[in-house]
């Protein structure tokens, strides 16, 4: 096992004092960003199922299980979307993508 650096011996590691002395940085700016807008466009389709499905109902006089499909779709969508990008993303920037951030 590793000996502990000095004046560490005994010492618990806290999280704030870590992230307080690694600092706050490009790398950090730009993971904060990017799980906000995945937490964004996550929220967007509770939001979509929770408002436009009932007047996507009324106006287009579609059924409920015909709305519900169209939850569906999303994630299918998604399912289909992800290895899509993915790949695009690793053949244009080379494997550098985000897999390396995430």
Known sequence: AAEPPDGAAGKEADLDEIL??????????????????????????TLFMVFAKPGLRAELHIESSHTSALNSLFFVGMLVGAPVWGAASDRLWGGGGLHHVL
């Open 20 to 45: 307080d002395e690694m600092g706050w940085g490009r790398f950090q700016c730009l993971h904060c960003a990017l799980m906000a807008y995945v937490w964004f466009v996550g929220a967007l389709q």
